[in-house]
């Protein structure tokens, strides 16, 4: 419940293990900005109950029977409703996470999160960030950008030329992992002006969120591997 000046994030749980879905379920429940309304056991599951309880986030398990989370978060994007993605992994470096990323999901979690840190990437999702800032995160972009089964590269390599030199710095910074205020402070410009160059970007490359517009930059090579 909330105090009625907003309404609760609504999350949807989608693991196959009964332990990891409720322990979730009650760590969340206890944010008062946070409501559970359903949970699915596997990823084809996971894809009817958006359709039908259209949560904020969904907390996707990848390795689930009858549909995987990679191909269940593709289904939920390709889908366009408002559903965001977090996915949760058990190994910080795993090749699976990247390719969820690239399927669209918004970002991840380690199951072994704290419950604040469980509580603020919903947050961070629901609100159309990317939960990129971690830097394990860059490093898991940077690793599997290079493992990708069909790289976005010749389509990139001429799309990202329809961006200013303004828009294109913006987006390596994205890649790195800076938040918008971050960005603002680096380029010594308003916060307002860099949503406005953030919107254009994803407009322009035709991209989700943030977290496919690292993706995009890496798999460019606007930012080079380490």
């Given at each position: 419940?909330?105090?009625?000046?907003?309404?609760?994030?609504?999350?949807?749980?989608?693991?196959?293990?009964?332990?990891?879905?409720?322990?979730?379920?009650?760590?969340?429940?206890?944010?008062?900005?946070?409501?559970?309304?359903?949970?699915?056991?596997?990823?084809?599951?996971?894809?009817?109950?958006?359709?039908?309880?259209?949560?904020?986030?969904?907390?996707?398990?990848?390795?689930?029977?009858?549909?995987?989370?990679?191909?269940?978060?593709?289904?939920?994007?390709?889908?366009?409703?408002?559903?965001?993605?977090?996915?949760?992994?058990?190994?910080?470096?795993?090749?699976?996470?990247?390719?969820?990323?690239?399927?669209?999901?918004?970002?991840?979690?380690?199951?072994?999160?704290?419950?604040?840190?469980?509580?603020?990437?919903?947050?961070?999702?629901?609100?159309?960030?990317?939960?990129?800032?971690?830097?394990?995160?860059?490093?898991?972009?940077?690793?599997?950008?290079?493992?990708?089964?069909?790289?976005?590269?010749?389509?990139?390599?001429?799309?990202?030329?329809?961006?200013?030199?303004r828009e294109t710095e913006v987006l390596v910074l994205i890649a790195q992992g800076l938040s918008n205020s971050e960005i603002a402070e680096r380029l010594v410009v308003?916060?307002?002006?860099?949503?406005?160059?953030?919107?254009?970007?994803?407009?322009?490359?035709?991209?989700?969120?943030?977290?496919?517009?690292?993706?995009?930059?890496?798999?460019?090579?606007?930012?080079?591997?380490?």
């Amino acid at each position: 419940m909330t105090d009625g000046r907003s309404r609760a994030i609504r999350v949807l749980i989608a693991d196959d293990q009964m332990m990891v879905r409720e322990g979730f379920s009650v760590l969340l429940g206890a944010m008062p900005d946070i409501e559970v309304v359903g949970e699915a056991v596997n990823g084809r599951e996971a894809v009817d109950r958006v359709r039908e309880l259209q949560p904020d986030v969904v907390l996707m398990d990848i390795r689930m029977p009858e549909m995987n989370g990679i191909d269940a978060t593709r289904e939920i994007v390709a889908a366009d409703g408002a559903a965001k993605v977090l996915v949760l992994t058990t190994f910080d470096l795993d090749e699976y996470v990247y390719q969820a990323l690239r399927a669209g999901a918004s970002g991840f979690l380690l199951k072994d999160a704290s419950a604040r840190q469980l509580a603020d990437g919903v947050r961070v999702v629901s609100a159309g960030e990317a939960l990129l800032a971690p830097s394990v995160t860059r490093r898991l972009i940077t690793e599997f950008s290079k493992l990708a089964e069909e790289p976005r590269l010749s389509a990139a390599h001429g799309a990202y030329g329809d961006l200013t030199d303004r828009e294109t710095e913006v987006l390596v910074l994205i890649a790195q992992g800076l938040s918008n205020s971050e960005i603002a402070e680096r380029l010594v410009v308003a916060e307002s002006t860099i949503k406005t160059h953030v919107s254009r970007i994803l407009v322009k490359l035709g991209l989700r969120d943030r977290t496919q517009a690292a993706v995009f930059a890496y798999e460019a090579r606007l930012v080079t591997p380490r």
